[in-house]
T-cell receptor
Framework: ETGVTQSPTHLIKTRGQQVTLRCSSQ?????VSWYQQALGQGPQFIFQ???????GRGNFPPRFSGLQFPNYSSELNVNALELDDSALYLC?????????????FGSGTRLTVV | DQQVKQNSPSLSVQEGRISILNCDYT??????FLWYKKYPAEGPTFLIS?????DKNEDGRFTVFLNKSAKHLSLHIVPSQPGDSAVYFC?????????????FGKGTKLTVNP
């Protein structure tokens, strides 16, 4: 059983640029959630995808968008990057209908915006 | 407005002693609570959870206590081991269906000294 894999592990972008982060969900999981963890903070919910559609969104602007593919993998896209977007981005997969301890997190992508 | 609060950024204990990590929440809709452990350069890993219908849940050295009237939960680790040194996040959700968003606290860094 493979876990959640995220790519890339580290990324440096310039303010105003666009970035795409990728996540492969754990085998058997059909739901992907994205979280942003800023320095010194806990992870904050960005949005969730289920059956290739957005299924809930946190308090993030529309320049944060995502996709889920038929194989349940997912992408997080951020347009017009701002310095405050610098953070660890975590992907978590789960099986809808299972208990919450079914959330499996990836190791994250560390994004630095300069 | 932080709905899940971990007021102690750090905690240091001696090996073999008890570690007590605390968490408070404000949202009465939360009915499922989880503790995650995070090592540097890794994603959070699930540790233990508790439903609001219970006041205690135990798993080996880890016990979580829930006081609903005080909106307070705590994680007890007995005995503490050096390998327990990590950042511990308290998280809460409204429901446990495997697709509810998690609301995290800022975390408590636990250091267990040999």
């Amino acid at each position: 059983e493979t876990g959640v894999t995220q790519s890339p592990t580290h990324l440096i972008k310039t303010r105003g640029q666009q970035v795409t982060l990728r996540c492969s969900s754990q085998s058997g999981h059909n739901t992907v959630s994205w979280y942003q963890q800023a320095l010194g903070q806990g992870p904050q919910f960005i949005f969730q995808y289920y059956r290739e559609e957005e299924n809930g969104r946190g308090n993030f602007p529309p320049r944060f968008s995502g996709l889920q593919f038929p194989n349940y993998s997912s992408e997080l896209n951020v347009n017009a990057l701002e310095l405050d977007d610098s953070a660890l981005y975590l992907c978590a997969s789960s099986l809808a209908g299972a208990n919450n301890y079914g959330y499996t997190f990836g190791s994250g992508t560390r994004l630095t915006v300069v | 407005d932080q709905q899940v609060k971990q007021n102690s950024p750090s905690l240091s204990v001696q090996e073999g002693r008890i570690s007590i990590l605390n968490c408070d929440y404000t949202n009465s809709m939360f009915d499922y609570f989880l503790w995650y452990k995070k090592y540097p350069a890794e994603g959070p890993t699930f540790l233990i959870s508790i439903s609001s219908i219970k006041d205690k849940n135990e798993d080996g050295r880890f016990t979580v206590f829930l006081n609903k009237s005080a909106k307070h939960l705590s994680l007890h680790i007995v005995p503490s081991q050096p390998g327990d040194s990590a950042v511990y996040f308290c998280a809460a959700s409204a429901g446990q269906g495997g697709s509810e968003k998690l609301v995290f606290g800022k975390g408590t860094k636990l250091t267990v000294n040999p």
